[in-house]
């Protein structure tokens, strides 16, 4: 069975991945990207008549309905546009903060108030939504990455409740460190200016702009696994890709409890009565 998705972020990793492996099945693509130029040439040698490369700022709600209307019914939907952003929380800049939010929130809450009337009404569908271990657990230098990732697993928790009665399924894809451009300009932003005292996380930044070609993840892989997802009747809310994020996700529900029952004792006394 064949279906109709729409993708943003789809010029670069994991997301020219999903496109590519797409196509090979048969399915149709509408796919947003700030180049169709490149999504284009990263897709050379793959046959591209079932395929929409749009221009589509996500940030301009108008651009992403006019895209969404021209996918016609969509089946899937892949929120996966975003790049990271190495700073100390003092150095970012209430425009690169505001910029990552467009992004990373408003584009996809763009996104979504386009397309929820359309699955709602046909009780069918299934909303993906690529958030990141960093959704789940936070380090610092990551604070402005972490805080839009945050944002996002909040609005698609809520959103799963919402329309779990019209038939729409959703799923939050939290992957580990894979290899592809993410830890490399433009997919990687760093502050214009940094501050004094900050050694650490000087130190994080260079290790990481050196990880490409290191890191765990095959994004082929982590594609089929959101393909296979999407095929399924029932999912996780929350699905993990790789090993490195399953690590994490499974230390954070551990120094969470902990930290919840550190804190149990004066939590009770609040009550009235």
């Keep these: 069975m064949t279906n109709t998705w729409f993708i943003t972020g789809a010029s670069r990793g ?17 796919a947003t990207t700030r180049s169709p130029e490149r ?3 990263g897709l050379d040698g793959a046959d591209t008549s079932r395929l929409q490369a ?6 301009d709600e108008e651009q992403v309905k006019r895209a969404v209307e021209a996918a016609g019914d969509i089946d899937v939907v892949v929120n996966n546009a975003g790049y990271g952003f190495l700073a100390a929380v003092e150095e970012v800049s209430d425009a690169e903060a505001r910029q990552m939010f467009d992004v990373q929130v408003f584009g996809v809450w763009n996104v979504l108030r386009a ?3 359309s699955l709602r009404a046909r009780r069918a569908g299934h909303i993906v939504n690529v958030s990141s271990i ?3 657990t936070a380090f610092g230098g990551w604070g402005l990455y972490c805080a839009g990732k945050y944002a996002l697993e909040g609005l698609t928790e809520s ?3 919402e329309v779990a009665d019209f038939g729409v399924r959703v799923t939050l894809v939290e992957p580990g460190y894979m290899r592809t451009d993410f830890l490399r300009t433009p997919s990687i932003g760093l502050p214009t200016s940094t501050a004094d005292g900050y050694p650490a996380i000087r130190e994080m930044t260079a290790a990481h702009l050196a990880m490409p070609g290191t890191q765990l993840g095959d994004p082929a892989k982590a594609a089929a696994a959101i393909i296979a997802v999407a095929a399924q009747e029932k999912t996780p809310l929350h699905q993990l890709l790789g090993s490195d994020s399953y690590g994490l996700a499974k230390a954070r529900i ?3 409890t902990e930290d919840v029952e550190a804190g149990r004792e004066l939590a009770v006394t609040t009550d009235v009565g």
């Design 254 to 256: 551990a120094a969470l």
């Design 134 to 136: 960093l959704g789940l």
């Design 115 to 117: 397309v929820l009337p």
């Design 54 to 59: 749009l221009a589509v700022d996500l940030a």
């Design 39 to 41: 999504l284009l040439a």
């Design 14 to 30: 994991l997301g020219l991945e999903l496109v590519r492996q797409l196509l090979e099945r048969g399915d149709t693509v509408t």
């Design 159 to 161: 959103l799963a409740a």
